[in-house]
Nanobody, 109 residues
């Protein structure tokens, strides 16, 4: 199983980014997919999950949206109204056990 995250970068506070995670090798639409993030000096935390429904951490609820395109085998994380505290390395997770390499998101003026 392979997962490849992309779309990170530097953005000003209040800006938007869309992360993508392309997956292959056995994951399918029945699998739960998730985005996690890890800020410097902090533990990795769950940001958003998509399975039968969607679930978000309180810190991103109302600002981030997780979605998936099962024909393209891709999961997305649309991030709006970004804050400096959203700065972290963002990781894609498949089926609660497969991890991709992270993509850096930096929110700074």
């Amino acid at each position: 199983v392979q997962l490849q995250a992309s779309g990170g970068g530097l953005v000003e506070p209040g800006g938007s980014l869309r992360l993508s995670c392309a997956y292959s090798g056995g994951l399918s639409r029945v699998n739960v997919m998730a985005w996690y993030r890890q800020a410097p000096g902090k533990e990795r935390e769950l940001v958003a999950v998509i399975g039968a429904g969607t679930r978000y951490s309180d810190s991103v609820k109302g600002r981030f949206t997780i979605s998936r395109d099962d024909f393209q085998n891709t999961v997305y994380l649309q991030m709006n109204s970004l804050k400096p505290e959203d700065t972290a390395v963002y990781y894609c997770n498949g089926a609660n056990k497969y991890w991709g390499k992270g993509t850096q998101v930096t929110v700074s003026s």
